[in-house]
């Protein structure tokens, strides 16, 4: 029993890669509730919680976290592999920025206090985060926030809006930028703080996207107190923990997941119109299903250095540039192979199945946008990593 209360239920990476997968490929196939596979659009808690609930019963919800915090401890290969899995049984996300972000970032800067007080709720999922980064001035520029937070006693009273934060309505919690400083560069102003949406002063909004869902909300913060002990690192120091969340971010985005979930429609619609012999169709998914193993080989490199607790550099953004960028490529041949369906929202007949063209093209576009844009991306790429001069 680890001191998380979390009995590892064994040593996951003394099993044979192909052992591991069949033996996780054979829980979800039975567990996993036949209606919530492949959900054309992002899940409720309240629709999926049965199975999170299980999984974080099971020791399975936090496959990355080293087994000492109450995780599985995957190596790389392993996590791809679950990974894999729950991607190719169509197993829904929930919004699990606790699991893939905060976990890791207390693990890596949060006192052993916040680590015993806030790790097991997260493993629980009785409390799960929200990403309070981006400002209606402030999304690729986001050293310039404007939401500040200022000491009253042994608390913090924030003030700003927050704006883009996805499904905000849907959790317990939200990790956040605010200005403490106002001395220095820009970014040695920030502090990384840990709020409880509940909290009065908190009002959320929500914003309709382009394909009619309501995942984004703004977030309106007026006096809303913090309590000391949610700040993360040191004051004014919010930046490095930002960075660190953004490389997770960006390492997550970079997964094979999202292109080969795109192959897999690719595929299925082609098959759907006739196309899968066609040589003009064979070729070009050649090519892209070439980009996915080259993302995957990169992916496994990032994953090994993150597991040997490396930092992650500024190159991450290769990754994330290359599967977001990769997956709206394959988003567009769907479009294209769809032929007349490739403008149909919502699910289409095609070949005698109903098949969410779209689908893939709603979430390849924005996944260019978030977690800093493509055109942010060549940026760091361009300047911090080949070091080219500026214009
Ligand atoms: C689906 C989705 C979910 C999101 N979820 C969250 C969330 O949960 N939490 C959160 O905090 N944020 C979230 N975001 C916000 C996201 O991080 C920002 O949209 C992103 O950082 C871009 O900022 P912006 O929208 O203000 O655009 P801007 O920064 O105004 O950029 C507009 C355009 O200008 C380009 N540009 C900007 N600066 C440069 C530059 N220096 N060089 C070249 N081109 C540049 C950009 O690439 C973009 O094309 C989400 C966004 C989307 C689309």
């Excluded at 004014?236 to 999202?258: C, D, M, Y």
Aim: hydrophobic share 40%; aromatic share 8%; glycine share 10%.
């Amino acid at each position: 029993m680890t001191s998380y209360g979390v009995a590892p239920e064994q040593d996951w990476n003394a099993l044979g890669n192909e052992e591991f997968r069949t033996l996780v490929r054979s829980d979800f196939e039975q567990h996993y509730p036949a209606h919530l596979r492949y959900p054309s659009r992002r899940l409720l808690w309240s629709e999926q919680d049965d199975w999170y609930l299980r999984m974080a019963r099971k020791g399975w919800i936090a496959p990355s976290w080293p087994v000492e915090f109450g995780g599985m401890g995957l190596a790389p290969a392993k996590l791809l592999i679950f990974l894999e899995e729950q991607e190719r049984w169509g197993i829904a996300r929930f919004q699990d920025h606790g699991i893939r972000m905060i976990g890791p970032v207390l693990i890596r800067y949060g006192t052993p206090a916040q680590q015993r007080r806030l790790l097991p709720p997260i493993l629980r999922c009785e409390q799960r985060y929200c990403q309070g980064y981006s400002e209606p001035e402030a999304g690729s520029d986001l050293a310039g926030l404007r939401t500040t937070a200022t000491p009253d006693g042994a608390d913090w009273v924030v003030d700003g809006t927050k704006i883009w934060t996805t499904m905000a309505y849907d959790v317990t919690h939200m990790f956040l930028l605010a200005r403490t400083g106002s001395a220095g560069a820009k970014q040695a102003q920030i502090s990384f703080f840990l709020l409880d949406l509940a909290m009065p002063g908190v009002t959320i909004r929500k914003i309709r996207d382009m394909a009619g869902e309501e995942e984004l909300c703004e977030v309106f913060l007026d006096r809303v107190r913090i309590p000391g002990d949610n700040l993360v690192g040191a004051v004014n120091q919010g930046w490095t923990v930002a960075k660190s969340v953004l490389g997770f971010e960006r390492i997550h985005v970079g997964s094979p997941a999202l292109p080969t979930s795109g192959l897999r429609l690719l595929e299925q619609v082609a098959g759907a119109r006739g196309l899968a012999d066609d040589t003009a169709f064979t070729d070009q998914i050649a090519g892209l299903r070439l980009d996915v193993e080259h993302l995957t080989a990169v992916y496994e490199e990032f994953a090994l250095r993150l597991e040997r607790g490396e930092e992650l550099g500024p190159d991450v953004s290769m990754l994330k540039l290359w599967a977001t960028e990769t997956f709206q490529r394959i988003a567009d041949l769907v479009i294209e192979v769809a032929g007349p369906a490739g403008g149909c929202a919502g699910a289409v007949e095609l070949g005698g199945e109903l098949v969410p063209v779209l689908s893939a093209y709603y979430r390849a576009k924005p996944s260019t946008i978030y977690g800093g844009s493509s055109e942010v991306q060549r940026n760091i790429i361009a300047k911090q990593v080949l070091k080219l001069p500026s214009a």
